[in-house]
């Protein structure tokens, strides 16, 4: 009697959900007290580390260099670009508030998908001044200066100054992050960790300026800036707080099984975290997320179930008040009318204490 035959399965993202379900996280989030969760959360963030890569190179020196200044309504605007490794430049905008007579809370804020650092500092995509915030973005670092921040913003790697010629002929919002996240997988490096690490640089930077309380520094991002957001606070313990916007999701339910770009992906993570869990590295320090009812690339029943874990854990540590999160009738924009408040009581009121 004939053997009996295999089903036949011809659908890629099939076999891939079958992997993933058969996948238990081995560093998901489990702690029950403040023991468990020291010993937790230095297992995960040692591992997350190792997998975004290049994170522990020794630094080189800055050499900043601060040239076209202009003021502004409100704050006076410089271009500053330094080294974050002897090989790679960075260059961002600083926005200074006007009548500083000190260091003062200070914000990173990193740009979503688009037109680099400019589009969060009032530029269109002709590269000409708006007359008020625009895009899906809003300027938010223009805001964060009006609230009285002083701001770095940087480009990301692969976005806006920060590109590959032929990707710079292509115009303001074509980014190159396919060709370096493909030669990363080879090299053992990943978009995301050089991303995560030039955000490590520029800390490094604004500890040199006298308009920077670098006990008083903040991290804040949209969609491309909210995954480097999640992830440099994740790591980067001189980051006191930080407003994530339009990245909290299960990454099953978001990078997974959508086209998304090619900077989102760190080779491995699933087989020992999901997202909320890297989110949660980042306790006890405050941390507030806000996502649009209508973001079609991180839904927002994910996004809520992502959320309650992450406040379980704050609350199992005594600090529910550390987190929150707003959910607004809208698409994958910035909003920032509970988010900034948020950032304002944790950087301009108190210092949060670091538990040991």
Not at 261 to 288: H, K, S, W
Request: aromatic share 10%.
């Amino acid at each position: 009697m004939a053997a009996k035959r295999a089903k036949r399965y011809f659908e890629p993202m099939r076999y891939m959900w079958e992997v993933y379900d058969a996948t238990e996280q081995s560093m998901a989030f489990s702690a029950e007290d403040r023991k468990q969760w020291r010993a937790w959360r230095r297992r995960l963030k040692r591992k997350f580390m190792e997998l975004l890569g290049g994170l522990d190179e020794p630094r080189c020196e800055l050499e900043p260099a601060v040239s076209k200044r202009k003021r502004m309504d409100g704050y006076l605007r410089e271009r500053v670009v330094f080294q974050s490794r002897p090989n790679l430049t960075v260059a961002a905008w600083l926005l200074i508030p006007d009548g500083l007579d000190g260091p003062v809370p200070t914000m990173i804020c990193l740009q979503g998908h688009g037109a680099g650092k400019d589009d969060i500092v009032g530029f269109d995509d002709e590269g000409n001044p708006r007359a008020e915030y625009g895009g899906y973005q809003n300027d938010f670092a223009i805001q964060a200066a009006h609230r009285g921040f002083f701001v770095i913003a940087p480009d990301m790697f692969s976005f806006g100054e920060r590109r590959d010629p032929a990707d710079l002929e292509q115009g303001r919002r074509t980014s190159s992050c396919r060709l370096p996240s493909m030669a990363g997988i080879l090299l053992g490096r990943t978009v995301p960790g050089i991303r995560v690490y030039d955000v490590m640089r520029c800390i490094d930077y604004l500890e040199t300026r006298p308009e920077c309380d670098p006990k008083r520094i903040g991290c804040m991002g949209i969609s491309g800036g909210g995954t480097i957001t999640t992830f440099a606070a994740a790591v980067e313990e001189r980051i006191r707080a930080a407003l994530i916007s339009g990245y909290l999701a299960h990454w099953r339910d978001s990078i997974m099984p959508m086209r998304h770009c090619e900077d989102n992906y760190v080779p491995g993570i699933l087989q020992y975290a999901e997202m909320p869990d890297i989110a949660t590295l980042i306790a006890p320090r405050p941390v507030f997320f806000e996502n649009g009812t209508q973001d079609t690339i991180f839904p927002i029943k994910s996004a809520r179930a992502a959320y309650r874990k992450i406040k379980a854990a704050y609350t199992m540590l005594g600090i529910p008040e550390r987190c929150g999160m707003q959910v607004f009738e809208g698409p994958h924009e910035f909003r920032g009318d509970q988010g900034f408040p948020f950032l304002e009581k944790w950087l301009m009121g108190v210092t949060p204490t670091i538990m040991a």
